[in-house]
């Protein structure tokens, strides 16, 4: 079956060279962009890594553990930031989960019409847009002072806790945490919202066909089989609240000393690496680069995570 | 034009449903006018028609599966039991309880299959053994043999006959008195349509089906009784409005049709 090139059927069309070019030169920009990309992640930790040697020589990992922050002494702990970074963080999702779900199933039922939902949800995904160092000052002038009497009856009827232990006065954990949920809120409805619409509606036929009340296949069949998607939203909120740093910084209070009260003032390892990094100076910067690595080390693992979770759940119900 | 409104004569104590002057409405459209339809208890009524005759419409207010649509309105009455099905103090919830539904594309929930079939039974209150339960609904759908050994998979491992007749055990499990079929078998191969078909036979004992079908060798099969329903243009009208021809026992229909239109739907000269 030798045909010759122009008359088969099934020959390549003749392609001029120029062309070729085109294909091979595209397909190697996006094959370096792509490279580039990882370059450059690699890039920042292995700078960040040698600029923390000199630290993490010098303090090992006894740096996760200590709680001292004291230039003058050139005594360096990163754990007051490293537990203001997780409790921030755990609290406002503790916060911003249900809330966020339940806005997501608010619009994704058909409670109020759609038109007013559209609206709604155009609003939660508008305070995505308002820039960190407008929500810290809105903290600093707002949402605190407002807060504060609030906060202060907690203290006094429950001050026995040492979570409350402290009496509020100003900036602090709490209405860091509080700014943070703000943050959040949107990413977790968003990613819920679209992830309970992509429900097949035969689904909630099902449900409905077996005799399921309304509320009964929202908890028992929607959100279960939505799931992968909202847990994959929750950790993109987490590694958003990780790293935050403006708002935080602006409110928290930035104390390096170690307290288990969410009322008193307190730090996080972005607060801490932005607070300081201007003056820092000698073996300061290597315990700032230090605990950039530290931080750095949570989000990937966060990520991975996240990657994980999701992964293993949407094979349970593909 | 005249809508036809007569209405068979099945004894009063065999009639499980009775619709009277049903119409059905999305929004100010009108999707099926004035049906009076009497369903007798223990036997297969199949609902015929070409598409957008409203066949499903019916079928679906049978359960109030409409309420789901914003738009839907309902005049008339649907009886079911002595009790209007739309009156103001009904439940929904209680309703679909007794009367259940298997839908046109299989739609098992994304569980295991044994709790597909638990699922529905929890919820409505069975606290009997569960996995004798789980068994016997698997068994009266014909398709405890294809499952038994993987109950705990999910129900997307099996394939979509099998999974219809898991969703048909679903509905059996939560013990209803009425089982509606919205055209079970159109996304189905032909050998396991045959199956679907055996099921039904077998179900009929205990249950009253409706079942919705464009399959007139289907409705044949598997009916006594069979609504031939049409649709017609109305003059004004944004669409067609389907409206019930003729309901009469399925061999009847077939066979001696009493309206022109039911002559000509039957020996495929439309739809």
Known sequence: ?318 | MTFSTHITDVPDEQVAITCEDVTISYGAFEAVKSVFLEVPRGKVTAFIGPSGCGKSTVLRCFNRMNDLIPSFSLKGRIIYEGQDLYAKAVDPVEVRRRIGMVFQRPNPFPKSIYENIAFGARINGYTGDMDELVERSLRRAAVWDECKDKLQESGYSLSGGQQQRLCIARTIATQPDVILMDEPCSALDPISTLKVEETMHELKKDFTIVIVTHNMQQAVRVSDMTAFYNAVAVEGGTGKVGYLVEFDETANIFNNPRQQATQEYVSGRFG
């Open chain 1, 1 to 318: 079956m030798a045909s010759s090139g122009s008359e088969g059927l099934y020959t390549l069309r003749h392609r001029p060279p120029s062309d070729k070019l085109v294909d091979q030169s595209f397909r190697f920009l996006v094959t370096a962009l792509a490279a580039l990309v990882a370059i450059i992640l690699f890039a920042i930790f292995l700078v960040v890594t040698l600029d923390a040697r000199e630290a993490i020589a010098k303090f090992g990992l006894g740096f996760l553990v200590n709680s001292t922050w004291n230039p003058s002494t050139e005594n360096f702990g990163a754990f007051t930031a490293i537990y203001g970074t997780l409790l921030t963080s755990a609290l406002a999702l503790l916060l911003a989960i249900p809330l966020g779900v339940g806005t997501a199933i608010f619009l994704t039922e058909n409670f109020i019409p759609s038109r007013y939902r559209t609206i709604i949800g155009n609003l939660v995904e508008l305070l995505a847009a308002i820039p960190s160092v407008v929500l810290g000052l809105w903290a600093i002038f707002v949402l605190e002072p407002v807060l504060r009497p609030l906060l202060q009856l907690i203290h006094r009827l429950l001050g026995w806790i040492p979570f409350f232990s402290t009496m509020p006065t100003g900036p602090g954990v709490m209405p860091a945490v509080l700014i943070l949920v703000i943050m959040v809120l949107p990413i977790i409805t968003a990613i819920s919202r679209d992830s309970l619409n992509q429900v097949p509606p035969d689904l909630r036929q099902a449900a409905y066909g077996v005799g399921a009340t309304r509320w009964t296949s929202i908890f028992k069949v929607l959100l279960p089989a939505a799931i992968s998607g909202i847990i994959g939203g929750v950790m993109l909120a987490l590694g958003r609240a990780l790293g935050e740093t403006m708002a935080v910084t602006m409110i928290i209070g930035n104390s390096n000393n170690f307290t288990l009260s969410w009322f008193a003032p307190g730090n996080t390892i972005s607060a801490l690496l932005a607070n300081q990094f201007g003056e820092a100076d000698g073996l300061q910067v290597h315990a700032l680069m230090y605990a950039a690595l530290v931080l750095m080390i949570i989000t990937f693992i966060v990520n991975v995570l996240a990657q994980w979770i999701v992964k293993r759940l949407s094979l349970k119900y593909s």
